[in-house]
């Protein structure tokens, strides 16, 4: 064995490698984010100079009921979004890993969402679900009057089922990378003494996959918390403002207000709960250790 195969005299790369990285990192979030904290303490139209008006934002933001609702919504599409997308996306990833006759080209059709954007998206439910032309018009013995973006459980419940339908695919495809790096050896041993499909997918798939659970669940509640565009195409935060999330929100204030120091405020506020979230997630979960799950490993 060579001295490299035993580790001897290597080391780590050095700081200059990260540095591209760590420079467009700089350039592109912390300065961006540090220009937002600054505005969250001014008065700013977008037009005139931006004058410093202390935590008048952030007084106006504690009481301003909108503001407390979008942060709830968010939170309840989030969740939604969570409780729906993983366990169909660990079984599509799953069933996508493995030898199946026609998997490939059933999973390359199945992934086509991934192909659209989110405006895209939002135009073609829109128009699928017009409450005049569209399919709940036709089906009013199900939809009632047809118009499921005319209530706050309709609108939020479009909101959340246009989320799975488009990112599942996404961490369907995430899981199944995770799949098929699970060791074959595990699922050899546990038929050996006498697994089943089920119990091999319950004591085998899914602990191994434990890391890619984490890893998916983080990216889910970054994605529902910056949800957006599908709320501006889909309800324009209604009706009233039963479907008004926080980035809609801020959106509202700094773009169509022209209080781009309330807006300032809530992007903040976003970015904060996104992390604070993120790393309660990362931290409870022992993610953060990066163990592996691979045998011998």
Do not use: C
């Not at 799975?164 to 050899?188: D, E, S």
């Not at 509202?252 to 996104?274: C, M, N, P, R, T």
């Amino acid at each position: 064995m060579t001295a490299q195969q035993k580790g001897v005299g290597v080391t780590r790369p050095g700081f200059a490698w990260a540095a591209p990285a760590a420079v467009f990192f700089a350039l592109f979030a912390l300065v961006p984010l540090l220009l937002v904290a600054v505005l969250s303490f001014t008065s700013w139209n977008g037009i005139n100079e931006p004058t410093f008006n202390g935590l008048d934002n952030w007084t106006a933001l504690v009481h301003d009921p909108v503001m407390i609702q979008s942060i709830w919504t968010t939170l309840l599409l989030t969740a939604l979004g969570v409780a729906a997308q993983t366990p169909v996306s660990i079984l599509l990833g799953v069933w996508a890993a493995g030898h199946q006759r026609n998997r490939a080209v059933l999973s390359a059709i199945y992934f086509v969402p991934l192909l659209l954007s989110a405006t895209a998206v939002s135009v073609v439910w829109r128009a699928v679900l017009d409450p005049n032309f569209g399919v709940p018009s036709q089906l009013t013995w199900l939809f009632g009057d047809g118009n499921l973006l005319g209530t706050r459980s309709g609108a939020i419940g479009v909101l959340a089922f246009v989320g799975v339908w488009q990112f599942t695919p996404l961490h369907a495809l995430i899981y199944q990378g995770g799949a098929r790096a699970i060791p074959r050896v595990l699922y050899q041993a546990a038929a050996i003494d006498g697994a089943g499909r089920a119990r091999q997918f319950l004591h085998v798939t899914l602990p191994q996959l434990r890391n890619t659970v984490i890893t998916s669940t983080v990216l889910m509640v970054v994605g529902g918390l910056t949800t957006f565009d599908t709320v501006l195409i889909l309800t324009q935060g209604g009706p009233g403002t039963d479907s008004t999330v926080s980035a809609y929100y801020m959106y509202q204030k700094a773009f169509k207000g022209f209080d781009f120091g309330a807006g300032s405020a809530i992007a903040l506020v976003l970015v904060v709960v996104a992390t604070l979230i993120s790393l309660a997630v990362v931290r409870f979960t022992g993610y953060d250790e990066m163990r592996s799950t691979a045998e011998g490993i």
